[in-house]
């Protein structure tokens, strides 16, 4: 069964920075859609950054310029600078493997103002 496990995440004061890692136990290349989503608490999960078909990275605009996506043969990750309080929340990476969607097991991140 594959499997991403999630590491980083935390707590963190406003305006400060914090990297989120995701691995898997096949190659994450094999992972043809990557994306990392967030859920506060009382709301709906999101999509906050993400890495398409061909490559091509996408952001929310809640996010836009301050969160970085980006991966390499062995993990995803996503980086987090300039962050606000309003980014507290529960992060998960996602990726399609095949027509299998996989989720990691989420990563609590706390940001104090």
Known sequence: QVQLVQSGGGLAQAG??????CAASESIL???????YRQAPGKQ????????LR???????SVKGRFTVSRDNTKF?????MLEP????????HGNYGR?????????????S
Request: net charge negative.
């Open 45 to 52: 999960r999101e999509l906050v950054a993400g890495i398409g």
């Open 100 to 112: 299998v969607s996989v989720w990691g097991q989420g990563t609590q991140v706390t940001v104090s």
């Open 77 to 81: 990750y996503l980086q987090m600078n």
């Open 30 to 36: 094999a992972f043809n859609v990557m994306g990392w």
């Open 16 to 21: 400060g920075s914090l990297r989120l890692s």
């Open 55 to 61: 490559g091509g990275k996408h952001y929310s605009d």
């Open 86 to 93: 309003e980014d507290t929340a529960v992060y998960y990476c």
